[in-house]
T-cell receptor
């Protein structure tokens, strides 16, 4: 248990559906991240938020829409996804962006787009 | 661009040592990390090494860094079935940005 929870753990959605992934951290951190982990590919950083402000959008398609209402919660809103978007989506949090500190990862949401 | 490469699979017998290798390209990396991912779980930081170090030991884990060849290895002594997981190498420059490898799936045979 890392202090970072993600729901749902598994999600199957059609290409026309709209769904949201949720991440919550109980560590008092101020930075939160979304990563995409596809099979046989390196982990890809998608979005970074620091004190609720987005500081990084790593050229992510607009069908992925993040939301960070406060430092403890992070959402990823999904709409009109493609089958190649099927992956494990990991959320992480850390204390600060600049100094090196370990990022605490949640267990991930396994997304399947049909 | 920067790249981190790892072999995809490694199989060892319980009790043997495992050595997982990684090569990276960014010579400006100041930190190199090893993460472990167990089935159904997120990434867990195992250890990291500063680029000015050659070796770091932490209980059963030994990290070796050859900066000249940009080669990093993770040795797990007395490998146990609980060590079966995917191991990711990552490099960073001290900020939140990391470059991860594709991961090495370690299978420990009883």
């Amino acid at each position: 248990e890392t202090g970072v929870t993600q729901t749902p753990r598994h999600l199957v959605m059609g290409m026309t559906n709209k769904k949201s992934l949720k991440c919550e951290q109980h560590l008092g951190h101020n930075a939160m991240y979304w990563y995409k982990q596809s099979a046989k590919k390196p982990l890809e950083l998608m979005f970074v938020y620091n004190f609720k402000e987005q500081t990084e959008n790593n050229s992510v398609p607009s069908r992925f829409s993040p939301e960070c209402p406060n430092s403890s919660h992070l959402f990823l809103h999904l709409h009109t996804l493609q089958p190649e978007d099927s992956a494990l989506y990991l959320c992480a949090s850390s204390q600060g962006l600049v100094r090196v500190s370990e990022q605490y990862f949640g267990p991930g949401t396994r997304l399947t787009v049909t | 661009g920067e790249d981190v490469e790892q072999s995809l699979f490694l199989s060892v017998r319980e009790g043997d040592s495992s050595v997982i290798n990684c090569t990276y390209t960014d010579s400006s990396s100041t930190y190199l990390y090893w993460y472990k991912q167990e089935p159904g779980a997120g990434l867990q930081l195992l250890t990291y090494i500063f680029s000015n170090m050659d070796m770091k030991q932490d209980q059963r884990l030994t990290v070796l860094l050859n900066k000249k060849d940009k080669h990093l290895s993770l040795r797990i002594a007395d490998t146990q079935t609980g060590d079966s997981a995917i191991y990711f190498c990552a490099e960073g420059s001290g900020t939140y940005k990391y470059i991860f490898g594709t991961g090495t799936r370690l299978k420990v045979l009883a």
